[in-house]
């Protein structure tokens, strides 16, 4: 079992940043590839940007250049730097993982509890 934790958001002005964090908290475990999602009011969850365990990353085309997704895996803690935020920025963001659990070899998808992103205009 694995527990995501997201911190960082909070309520910003149009132009300004905020930087998301995703803790993964478990016993033998190996995050495989880690995507932050956000869901505005009336919106589907949509994927944001998205990292594998080799590094490669991915971004929706609506925030390439905006935000970089990174991660200390050390820390099994990840980032997401939102640079130049819009008002259309807001909503819930959520971290969700692929984890591999070491000692039963099996993979699992979860979820944190999502953190409330406001961009002001």
Excluded: H
Aim: glycine share 14%; proline share 2%; net charge positive.
């Amino acid at each position: 079992q694995v527990q995501l934790m997201e911190s960082g958001g909070g309520l910003v002005q149009a132009g300004g940043s905020l930087r998301l964090s995703c803790r993964a908290a478990g016993r033998r475990f190996s995050i495989l590839t880690l995507g932050w999602y956000r869901q505005a009011p009336g919106k589907q969850r949509e994927l944001v940007a998205g990292i594998g365990s080799g590094g490669t990353t991915n971004y929706a085309d609506s925030v390439k250049g905006r935000f970089t997704i990174s991660g200390d895996n050390a820390q099994n803690t990840w980032y997401l730097q939102m640079n130049s935020l819009k008002p259309e920025d807001t909503a819930v963001y959520y971290c969700s993982a692929l984890s591999l659990a070491t000692s039963q070899g099996t993979i699992s998808d979860y979820w944190g509890q999502g953190t409330q992103v406001t961009v002001s205009s």
